[in-house]
């Protein structure tokens, strides 16, 4: 099993800027990646952004490309986003996701075995 931690929302304005971290514990993650996801009210769950352990491969949702950075502190089984020039409409709900296994894509809610419990993100216009 693998628990994930999520933290750092909060509540800024509309051109700032917040970093969320999400901690991983219990099982290696060696081979494996975590992801962050987001969820506004009435919408489905959505790609944010990926990041693979062995490698540091990264991947974006169009939507936040050239605004958002995933990182990763191995060391820490922790990543990182940082959240850049924040629009109202991200404002959402966001899961931090673990998965142990190598291959497969990244995009994807079900390509990932185990969540956080979300941290709440708002920017106000």
């Known amino acids: 099993q693998v628990q994930v931690v999520e933290s750092g929302g909060g509540l800024v304005q509309a051109g700032g800027s917040l970093r969320l971290s999400c901690t991983a514990s219990?099982?290696?993650?060696?081979?494996?990646?975590m992801g962050w996801f987001r969820q506004a009210p009435g919408k489905e769950r959505e790609f944010v952004a990926a990041i693979t352990w062995s490698v540091g491969n990264t991947y974006y949702a169009e939507s936040v490309k050239g605004r958002f950075t995933i990182s990763s502190d191995i060391a820490k089984n922790t990543v990182y986003l940082q959240m850049n020039s924040l629009k109202p409409e991200d404002t959402a709900a966001y899961y931090c996701a673990a998965r142990t296994r190598f291959s497969g894509s990244y995009t994807g809610i079900y390509d990932y075995d185990y969540w956080g419990q979300g941290t709440q993100v708002t920017v106000s216009s």
């Open positions: 219990g099982r290696s993650l060696s081979y494996g990646a």
